[in-house]
Protein backbone atom coordinates (compact mmCIF):
# COMPACT_ATOMS: atom_id res chain seq x y z
CA UNK A 1 0.00 0.00 0.00
CA UNK A 2 1.13 3.28 -0.68
CA UNK A 3 1.99 6.36 1.64
CA UNK A 4 2.48 9.73 1.25
CA UNK A 5 5.23 11.64 3.70
CA UNK A 6 5.10 15.35 3.95
CA UNK A 7 7.45 17.97 4.55
CA UNK A 8 7.13 20.10 7.43
CA UNK A 9 5.88 23.04 5.28
CA UNK A 10 2.90 20.77 4.41
CA UNK A 11 2.19 19.78 7.59
CA UNK A 12 2.28 23.67 8.76
CA UNK A 13 0.32 24.98 6.27
CA UNK A 14 -1.53 27.75 7.26
CA UNK A 15 -5.55 27.89 7.09
CA UNK A 16 -7.53 30.96 7.21
CA UNK A 17 -9.02 31.23 10.33
CA UNK A 18 -12.36 30.19 10.18
CA UNK A 19 -11.14 26.83 9.65
CA UNK A 20 -9.94 27.21 13.19
CA UNK A 21 -13.31 27.27 14.66
CA UNK A 22 -13.70 23.13 15.21
CA UNK A 23 -12.60 22.80 17.84
CA UNK A 24 -15.04 25.98 19.23
CA UNK A 25 -17.77 24.32 17.61
CA UNK A 26 -17.66 21.60 20.51
CA UNK A 27 -18.07 24.05 23.23
CA UNK A 28 -21.09 25.55 21.23
CA UNK A 29 -22.58 22.27 20.54
CA UNK A 30 -22.14 21.13 24.11
CA UNK A 31 -23.59 24.14 25.97
CA UNK A 32 -20.67 25.94 27.55
CA UNK A 33 -22.56 29.02 27.72
CA UNK A 34 -25.31 26.93 29.98
CA UNK A 35 -22.36 25.03 31.87
CA UNK A 36 -20.77 28.28 32.68
CA UNK A 37 -24.53 29.66 33.90
CA UNK A 38 -25.12 26.83 35.89
CA UNK A 39 -21.27 27.37 37.71
CA UNK A 40 -21.83 30.95 38.14
CA UNK A 41 -25.13 30.45 40.01
CA UNK A 42 -24.02 27.42 42.17
CA UNK A 43 -20.82 29.70 42.98
CA UNK A 44 -23.00 32.46 44.60
CA UNK A 45 -24.69 30.33 46.20
CA UNK A 46 -21.98 28.57 47.75
CA UNK A 47 -19.99 31.72 48.30
CA UNK A 48 -22.99 32.93 49.87
CA UNK A 49 -23.20 30.09 52.34
CA UNK A 50 -19.48 29.92 53.22
CA UNK A 51 -19.62 33.63 54.09
CA UNK A 52 -18.77 34.19 57.99
CA UNK A 53 -21.97 36.31 58.03
CA UNK A 54 -24.15 33.67 57.35
CA UNK A 55 -22.35 31.79 60.79
CA UNK A 56 -21.40 28.43 59.25
CA UNK A 57 -17.48 28.78 58.88
CA UNK A 58 -14.85 31.44 60.85
CA UNK A 59 -13.74 34.28 58.89
CA UNK A 60 -10.16 32.81 59.15
CA UNK A 61 -11.84 29.14 57.45
CA UNK A 62 -13.84 31.26 54.51
CA UNK A 63 -10.68 32.88 53.87
CA UNK A 64 -9.12 30.20 53.31
CA UNK A 65 -11.65 28.10 51.40
CA UNK A 66 -12.21 31.41 48.97
CA UNK A 67 -8.38 31.31 48.12
CA UNK A 68 -8.64 27.80 47.27
CA UNK A 69 -11.66 27.68 45.48
CA UNK A 70 -10.51 30.35 43.26
CA UNK A 71 -7.81 28.78 42.19
CA UNK A 72 -8.89 27.14 39.11
CA UNK A 73 -10.43 30.45 38.30
CA UNK A 74 -6.63 32.26 38.81
CA UNK A 75 -4.73 29.26 36.51
CA UNK A 76 -7.46 29.84 33.84
CA UNK A 77 -7.10 33.75 33.57
CA UNK A 78 -3.37 33.11 33.64
CA UNK A 79 -3.77 30.76 30.44
CA UNK A 80 -5.60 33.01 28.62
CA UNK A 81 -3.28 35.71 29.27
CA UNK A 82 -0.37 33.70 28.32
CA UNK A 83 -1.59 32.84 24.60
CA UNK A 84 -3.57 35.69 23.88
CA UNK A 85 -0.24 38.12 22.58
CA UNK A 86 0.52 35.50 20.38
CA UNK A 87 -2.67 34.99 18.94
CA UNK A 88 -3.54 38.10 18.45
CA UNK A 89 -0.07 38.88 16.97
CA UNK A 90 -0.55 36.03 14.48
CA UNK A 91 -4.13 37.21 14.04
CA UNK A 92 -3.35 40.43 12.74
CA UNK A 93 -0.30 39.95 10.66
CA UNK A 94 -2.23 37.57 8.65
CA UNK A 95 -5.55 39.43 8.47
CA UNK A 96 -3.71 41.87 7.18
CA UNK A 97 -1.60 40.08 4.71
CA UNK A 98 -5.06 38.61 3.24
CA UNK A 99 -5.94 41.78 1.64
CA UNK A 100 -2.92 41.15 -0.71
CA UNK A 101 -3.51 44.52 -2.14
CA UNK A 102 -2.57 47.71 -0.55
CA UNK A 103 -5.42 50.19 -2.04
CA UNK A 104 -7.64 47.85 -0.40
CA UNK A 105 -5.85 47.94 2.73
CA UNK A 106 -5.77 51.43 2.67
CA UNK A 107 -9.52 52.06 1.71
CA UNK A 108 -10.76 49.31 4.75
CA UNK A 109 -8.19 50.54 6.86
CA UNK A 110 -9.43 54.35 7.12
CA UNK A 111 -12.75 53.60 6.98
CA UNK A 112 -12.61 50.55 9.75
CA UNK A 113 -10.82 53.94 11.85
CA UNK A 114 -13.61 56.06 11.56
CA UNK A 115 -16.31 53.56 12.37
CA UNK A 116 -13.98 51.78 15.81
CA UNK A 117 -13.44 55.53 17.22
CA UNK A 118 -16.69 56.45 15.89
CA UNK A 119 -18.85 53.52 17.54
CA UNK A 120 -17.16 53.38 20.59
CA UNK A 121 -17.75 57.16 20.91
CA UNK A 122 -21.12 56.51 20.87
CA UNK A 123 -21.37 53.36 23.44
CA UNK A 124 -19.42 55.56 25.99
CA UNK A 125 -21.77 58.39 25.04
CA UNK A 126 -24.46 56.02 25.85
CA UNK A 127 -23.37 54.29 29.18
CA UNK A 128 -22.98 58.37 30.46
CA UNK A 129 -26.65 59.49 29.11
CA UNK A 130 -28.04 55.66 30.66
CA UNK A 131 -26.27 56.54 34.38
CA UNK A 132 -27.46 59.97 34.24
CA UNK A 133 -31.37 59.58 33.42
CA UNK A 134 -31.90 56.00 35.76
CA UNK A 135 -29.42 56.86 38.65
CA UNK A 136 -28.00 53.31 39.32
CA UNK A 137 -25.72 54.77 42.40
CA UNK A 138 -29.17 56.33 44.51
CA UNK A 139 -29.97 52.79 45.27
CA UNK A 140 -27.13 51.13 47.09
CA UNK A 141 -26.70 51.83 50.55
CA UNK A 142 -24.07 54.51 51.55
CA UNK A 143 -23.59 52.56 54.65
CA UNK A 144 -21.64 49.31 52.85
CA UNK A 145 -19.04 51.32 51.56
CA UNK A 146 -16.74 51.28 54.73
CA UNK A 147 -17.33 47.14 55.12
CA UNK A 148 -15.07 46.52 51.80
CA UNK A 149 -11.74 47.05 50.45
CA UNK A 150 -9.43 46.62 47.72
CA UNK A 151 -7.63 43.26 48.67
CA UNK A 152 -5.32 41.25 46.92
CA UNK A 153 -5.35 41.23 42.78
CA UNK A 154 -7.52 43.82 42.88
CA UNK A 155 -5.58 46.11 44.63
CA UNK A 156 -2.84 45.12 42.37
CA UNK A 157 -4.54 46.10 39.18
CA UNK A 158 -6.40 49.55 41.02
CA UNK A 159 -2.79 50.44 41.41
CA UNK A 160 -2.00 50.10 38.07
CA UNK A 161 -5.03 51.87 36.58
CA UNK A 162 -4.34 54.91 38.73
CA UNK A 163 -0.96 54.98 37.68
CA UNK A 164 -1.96 55.15 34.21
CA UNK A 165 -4.21 57.81 35.15
CA UNK A 166 -2.08 60.09 36.95
CA UNK A 167 0.90 60.29 33.54
CA UNK A 168 0.00 64.23 33.18
CA UNK A 169 0.00 65.69 29.37
CA UNK A 170 0.70 69.12 28.29
CA UNK A 171 1.13 70.18 24.64
CA UNK A 172 5.37 69.50 25.59
CA UNK A 173 5.27 66.10 26.42
CA UNK A 174 2.66 65.36 23.29
CA UNK A 175 5.04 64.50 20.66
CA UNK A 176 6.91 62.24 22.97
CA UNK A 177 3.69 60.44 23.87
CA UNK A 178 2.94 59.86 20.35
CA UNK A 179 6.69 58.67 19.68
CA UNK A 180 6.41 56.51 22.50
CA UNK A 181 3.00 54.46 21.33
CA UNK A 182 5.63 53.22 18.56
CA UNK A 183 6.76 49.66 19.71
CA UNK A 184 10.78 50.53 19.34
CA UNK A 185 11.40 47.41 21.14
CA UNK A 186 8.56 44.79 20.30
CA UNK A 187 9.89 42.13 22.26
CA UNK A 188 9.53 44.60 25.20
CA UNK A 189 6.52 45.29 24.16
CA UNK A 190 5.06 41.46 23.92
CA UNK A 191 6.88 41.05 27.19
CA UNK A 192 4.61 43.87 28.99
CA UNK A 193 1.55 42.91 27.19
CA UNK A 194 1.31 46.48 26.15
CA UNK A 195 -1.84 45.75 23.32
CA UNK A 196 -1.53 48.71 21.39
CA UNK A 197 2.05 48.47 20.79
CA UNK A 198 1.53 45.48 19.98
CA UNK A 199 -1.18 46.20 17.40
CA UNK A 200 0.68 48.69 16.11
CA UNK A 201 4.46 45.90 15.35
CA UNK A 202 1.72 43.75 13.90
CA UNK A 203 0.20 46.39 11.28
CA UNK A 204 3.33 47.15 10.27
CA UNK A 205 4.72 43.40 9.89
CA UNK A 206 1.31 42.58 8.06
CA UNK A 207 1.76 45.78 5.69
CA UNK A 208 5.38 44.38 5.03
CA UNK A 209 4.60 41.38 4.32
CA UNK A 210 2.59 42.57 1.17
CA UNK A 211 5.43 44.60 -0.11
CA UNK A 212 7.47 41.48 -0.63
CA UNK A 213 7.09 38.33 -3.07
CA UNK A 214 4.86 35.58 -1.96
CA UNK A 215 7.91 33.25 -1.94
CA UNK A 216 9.59 35.76 0.55
CA UNK A 217 6.76 36.10 2.40
CA UNK A 218 5.67 32.54 2.68
CA UNK A 219 7.80 31.42 5.61
CA UNK A 220 6.71 33.91 7.86
CA UNK A 221 2.89 33.56 7.16
CA UNK A 222 2.76 29.91 7.37
CA UNK A 223 4.93 30.28 11.01
CA UNK A 224 2.23 32.58 12.03
CA UNK A 225 -0.81 30.22 10.93
CA UNK A 226 1.23 27.53 13.37
CA UNK A 227 0.83 29.57 15.75
CA UNK A 228 -2.98 30.46 14.94
CA UNK A 229 -3.63 27.50 15.06
CA UNK A 230 -1.88 25.93 18.23
CA UNK A 231 -3.09 29.00 20.09
CA UNK A 232 -6.24 27.84 19.65
CA UNK A 233 -6.14 24.55 19.66
CA UNK A 234 -4.87 25.70 23.71
CA UNK A 235 -7.80 27.89 24.18
CA UNK A 236 -10.23 25.76 23.26
CA UNK A 237 -8.49 23.42 25.83
CA UNK A 238 -8.86 25.94 28.52
CA UNK A 239 -12.11 26.84 27.70
CA UNK A 240 -13.62 23.41 28.52
CA UNK A 241 -12.78 23.99 32.18
CA UNK A 242 -14.49 27.51 32.22
CA UNK A 243 -17.56 26.45 34.48
CA UNK A 244 -15.27 25.19 37.18
CA UNK A 245 -13.29 28.54 36.98
CA UNK A 246 -16.18 30.90 37.03
CA UNK A 247 -17.67 28.78 40.12
CA UNK A 248 -14.57 29.22 42.01
CA UNK A 249 -14.23 32.50 41.14
CA UNK A 250 -17.23 34.20 42.32
CA UNK A 251 -17.33 31.84 45.00
CA UNK A 252 -14.35 33.73 46.43
CA UNK A 253 -16.10 37.34 46.05
CA UNK A 254 -19.11 35.94 47.56
CA UNK A 255 -17.05 34.83 50.92
CA UNK A 256 -15.32 38.17 50.67
CA UNK A 257 -18.54 40.72 50.19
CA UNK A 258 -21.89 38.63 51.34
CA UNK A 259 -25.57 38.96 50.82
CA UNK A 260 -25.73 42.57 51.64
CA UNK A 261 -23.87 44.39 49.11
CA UNK A 262 -24.87 41.72 46.19
CA UNK A 263 -28.89 42.84 46.80
CA UNK A 264 -27.59 46.41 47.00
CA UNK A 265 -26.14 46.28 43.58
CA UNK A 266 -29.50 44.52 41.94
CA UNK A 267 -30.57 47.89 40.65
CA UNK A 268 -26.83 48.88 38.93
CA UNK A 269 -26.64 45.11 37.59
CA UNK A 270 -30.32 45.90 35.78
CA UNK A 271 -29.27 49.17 34.11
CA UNK A 272 -26.06 47.71 32.90
CA UNK A 273 -27.68 44.81 31.34
CA UNK A 274 -30.29 47.27 30.13
CA UNK A 275 -27.49 49.80 29.03
CA UNK A 276 -25.91 46.74 27.20
CA UNK A 277 -29.91 45.52 25.44
CA UNK A 278 -29.57 49.06 24.30
CA UNK A 279 -26.37 49.25 22.45
CA UNK A 280 -27.56 45.57 21.11
CA UNK A 281 -30.10 47.36 19.59
CA UNK A 282 -28.34 50.23 18.32
CA UNK A 283 -25.44 47.59 16.38
CA UNK A 284 -28.54 45.94 14.87
CA UNK A 285 -29.82 49.25 13.50
CA UNK A 286 -26.47 50.25 12.32
CA UNK A 287 -26.32 46.94 10.39
CA UNK A 288 -29.67 47.77 9.00
CA UNK A 289 -28.98 51.24 7.82
CA UNK A 290 -25.28 51.15 7.10
CA UNK A 291 -24.94 47.35 6.48
CA UNK A 292 -28.23 47.21 4.37
CA UNK A 293 -29.29 43.75 6.73
CA UNK A 294 -32.30 42.88 8.14
CA UNK A 295 -32.51 43.14 11.85
CA UNK A 296 -33.67 39.85 12.26
CA UNK A 297 -31.50 38.18 10.16
CA UNK A 298 -28.63 39.44 12.11
CA UNK A 299 -29.82 38.74 15.34
CA UNK A 300 -30.07 35.12 14.48
CA UNK A 301 -26.92 35.40 12.69
CA UNK A 302 -24.51 36.28 15.42
CA UNK A 303 -25.99 33.81 17.75
CA UNK A 304 -23.36 31.48 17.78
CA UNK A 305 -20.12 33.72 18.28
CA UNK A 306 -22.79 36.09 21.13
CA UNK A 307 -22.98 32.91 23.38
CA UNK A 308 -18.97 31.86 22.63
CA UNK A 309 -17.98 35.74 23.93
CA UNK A 310 -20.70 34.66 26.88
CA UNK A 311 -18.76 31.45 27.59
CA UNK A 312 -15.14 32.60 26.89
CA UNK A 313 -15.63 36.11 28.57
CA UNK A 314 -12.81 36.58 25.63
CA UNK A 315 -13.51 38.49 21.94
CA UNK A 316 -10.02 36.97 21.49
CA UNK A 317 -10.49 33.19 22.23
CA UNK A 318 -14.14 33.23 19.54
CA UNK A 319 -11.96 34.73 16.44
CA UNK A 320 -12.69 31.97 14.74
CA UNK A 321 -15.86 31.45 15.16
CA UNK A 322 -16.76 35.29 14.36
CA UNK A 323 -14.78 34.96 11.29
CA UNK A 324 -17.02 31.80 9.92
CA UNK A 325 -20.15 33.64 10.98
CA UNK A 326 -18.58 36.71 8.67
CA UNK A 327 -17.96 34.77 6.01
CA UNK A 328 -20.40 31.69 5.41
CA UNK A 329 -23.24 33.40 7.27
CA UNK A 330 -23.23 36.96 6.50
CA UNK A 331 -21.46 36.41 3.29
CA UNK A 332 -19.04 39.33 3.81
CA UNK A 333 -15.47 38.55 1.87
CA UNK A 334 -13.16 36.29 2.83
CA UNK A 335 -10.31 38.97 3.08
CA UNK A 336 -12.05 41.64 4.98
CA UNK A 337 -13.42 39.37 7.93
CA UNK A 338 -10.06 38.47 8.52
CA UNK A 339 -8.40 41.76 8.46
CA UNK A 340 -11.23 43.42 10.80
CA UNK A 341 -12.21 40.59 13.11
CA UNK A 342 -8.28 40.46 14.45
CA UNK A 343 -8.47 43.93 14.45
CA UNK A 344 -11.74 44.43 16.14
CA UNK A 345 -10.62 41.91 19.11
CA UNK A 346 -8.61 44.79 20.50
CA UNK A 347 -9.61 47.94 19.52
CA UNK A 348 -13.33 47.84 18.93
CA UNK A 349 -14.87 47.89 22.48
CA UNK A 350 -17.89 49.03 22.43
CA UNK A 351 -19.56 46.84 25.44
CA UNK A 352 -16.80 47.83 27.81
CA UNK A 353 -16.88 51.48 26.54
CA UNK A 354 -20.79 51.56 27.79
CA UNK A 355 -19.80 49.66 30.65
CA UNK A 356 -16.53 51.59 32.01
CA UNK A 357 -18.62 54.75 31.53
CA UNK A 358 -21.65 53.49 33.25
CA UNK A 359 -19.76 52.39 36.27
CA UNK A 360 -18.37 55.33 36.59
CA UNK A 361 -21.36 57.36 36.74
CA UNK A 362 -22.66 54.59 38.93
CA UNK A 363 -19.81 55.18 41.48
CA UNK A 364 -20.02 59.12 41.39
CA UNK A 365 -23.84 59.12 42.13
CA UNK A 366 -22.39 56.27 45.24
CA UNK A 367 -20.08 59.01 46.65
CA UNK A 368 -22.50 61.97 46.05
CA UNK A 369 -19.99 63.38 43.68
CA UNK A 370 -21.51 65.79 40.88
CA UNK A 371 -19.51 65.09 37.64
CA UNK A 372 -20.00 69.07 35.62
CA UNK A 373 -20.28 68.50 31.68
CA UNK A 374 -16.62 69.03 31.07
CA UNK A 375 -15.79 66.14 33.93
CA UNK A 376 -18.30 63.99 31.60
CA UNK A 377 -16.58 65.09 28.24
CA UNK A 378 -13.61 64.38 29.65
CA UNK A 379 -14.83 60.76 30.50
CA UNK A 380 -15.92 59.79 27.26
CA UNK A 381 -12.46 60.80 25.83
CA UNK A 382 -11.02 58.75 28.72
CA UNK A 383 -13.29 55.70 28.27
CA UNK A 384 -12.66 55.94 24.47
CA UNK A 385 -8.49 55.75 24.88
CA UNK A 386 -8.77 53.15 27.82
CA UNK A 387 -11.24 50.97 25.69
CA UNK A 388 -9.11 50.74 22.10
CA UNK A 389 -6.32 48.41 22.35
CA UNK A 390 -7.57 46.76 25.56
CA UNK A 391 -6.47 43.01 26.35
CA UNK A 392 -9.16 40.88 24.82
CA UNK A 393 -9.28 38.59 27.68
CA UNK A 394 -10.95 38.07 31.27
CA UNK A 395 -10.14 40.20 34.20
CA UNK A 396 -8.64 43.27 32.78
CA UNK A 397 -11.56 45.35 33.16
CA UNK A 398 -10.42 46.49 36.56
CA UNK A 399 -7.37 48.21 35.36
CA UNK A 400 -9.28 50.06 32.69
CA UNK A 401 -11.63 51.18 35.06
CA UNK A 402 -9.40 51.95 38.05
CA UNK A 403 -7.35 54.13 35.18
CA UNK A 404 -10.92 55.80 34.26
CA UNK A 405 -12.27 56.72 38.10
CA UNK A 406 -8.86 58.28 38.96
CA UNK A 407 -9.06 60.71 35.58
CA UNK A 408 -12.55 62.20 37.12
CA UNK A 409 -10.93 61.78 40.72
CA UNK A 410 -13.78 58.91 41.70
CA UNK A 411 -12.54 57.33 44.59
CA UNK A 412 -10.85 53.21 43.80
CA UNK A 413 -12.46 51.78 47.26
CA UNK A 414 -15.69 51.26 45.12
CA UNK A 415 -13.81 48.93 42.86
CA UNK A 416 -14.41 46.45 45.65
CA UNK A 417 -18.21 47.05 45.57
CA UNK A 418 -18.25 45.93 42.21
CA UNK A 419 -15.91 43.31 41.59
CA UNK A 420 -18.15 40.36 42.49
CA UNK A 421 -21.09 41.68 39.55
CA UNK A 422 -17.79 42.49 37.53
CA UNK A 423 -17.23 38.81 36.76
CA UNK A 424 -20.95 38.30 35.27
CA UNK A 425 -21.33 41.64 33.57
CA UNK A 426 -17.85 41.64 32.00
CA UNK A 427 -19.09 38.45 29.85
CA UNK A 428 -22.38 40.59 28.45
CA UNK A 429 -19.73 43.28 27.81
CA UNK A 430 -17.69 40.54 25.56
CA UNK A 431 -20.14 39.43 23.67
CA UNK A 432 -21.12 43.06 22.66
CA UNK A 433 -17.46 43.85 21.62
CA UNK A 434 -17.97 40.52 19.48
CA UNK A 435 -21.38 41.53 17.93
CA UNK A 436 -19.63 45.08 17.04
CA UNK A 437 -16.90 43.23 15.53
CA UNK A 438 -19.20 41.73 12.87
CA UNK A 439 -21.13 44.75 12.48
CA UNK A 440 -18.34 46.20 11.05
CA UNK A 441 -17.57 43.59 8.68
CA UNK A 442 -20.82 43.86 7.17
CA UNK A 443 -20.74 47.91 7.08
CA UNK A 444 -17.19 47.41 5.46
CA UNK A 445 -18.08 44.70 3.10
CA UNK A 446 -20.86 47.11 1.79
CA UNK A 447 -19.11 50.16 1.66
CA UNK A 448 -15.31 49.37 0.89
CA UNK A 449 -14.98 49.18 -3.19
CA UNK A 450 -16.27 46.38 -5.14
CA UNK A 451 -13.35 46.83 -7.83
CA UNK A 452 -10.84 47.04 -5.65
CA UNK A 453 -12.15 43.91 -3.76
CA UNK A 454 -12.82 41.43 -6.51
CA UNK A 455 -8.95 42.30 -7.71
CA UNK A 456 -7.46 41.96 -4.29
CA UNK A 457 -9.22 38.88 -3.81
CA UNK A 458 -8.04 37.54 -7.65
CA UNK A 459 -4.75 38.38 -6.29
CA UNK A 460 -5.04 36.40 -3.14
CA UNK A 461 -6.07 33.19 -5.80
CA UNK A 462 -2.77 33.80 -7.14
CA UNK A 463 -1.04 33.80 -4.05
CA UNK A 464 -2.77 30.54 -3.12
CA UNK A 465 -2.19 28.70 -5.93
CA UNK A 466 1.56 29.98 -6.02
CA UNK A 467 1.82 28.75 -2.43
CA UNK A 468 -0.06 25.29 -3.94
CA UNK A 469 2.42 24.92 -6.66
CA UNK A 470 5.55 25.72 -4.19
CA UNK A 471 3.79 22.85 -1.71
CA UNK A 472 3.41 20.40 -4.54
CA UNK A 473 7.17 20.81 -4.86
CA UNK A 474 7.66 19.54 -1.29
CA UNK A 475 5.64 16.63 -1.40
CA UNK A 476 7.31 13.42 -1.61
CA UNK A 477 5.25 9.72 -2.81
CA UNK A 478 7.21 6.83 -1.06
CA UNK A 479 6.70 3.58 -2.44
Known amino acids: MKGETFSSV ?10 LAKQSNRLIKGRLWLQVLIGMALGIVTGLLLNPDMGFVSRSTANVLGEWLALPGNLFLAFIQMIVVPLILASIVRGIAAATDVRQLKSTGVGLAFYFVGSTIAAAVLGVVIGL ?29 EAEAAKTFSLVSIPNEITEILPT ?12 QIVIFAIVLGVGLLSVPPESSKPLFELLGSVQEISMSIVAT ?7 AVFGMLAQVMIKTGPGILAGL ?14 LAFYLAIAAVLGGRNPLFMLRSIREPFLLGFSTNSSAATMPVTVKTAEDVLKVRPSLAQFI ?30 LPIGVLLALVATTVGASIGTPAVPGVGIVVLASVLSSVGVPLTGLALIVGLDRILE ?3 TSLNVT ?18 RESEARSAEQREHIQETRNEDVVISP
Open 10 to 19: ERIFPKNLKF
Open 133 to 161: VLKPGEYVDRAAAPQVELTGQVAELAEKG
Open 185 to 196: NPLGSIVRGDML
Open 238 to 244: VMTFAPV
Open 266 to 279: GAYAAVVVFGMAIL
Open 341 to 370: VPLGATMNMGGTALYQALATIFMAQFYQID
Open 427 to 429: RFR
Open 436 to 453: GDLVACVVMDRFVPAAVS
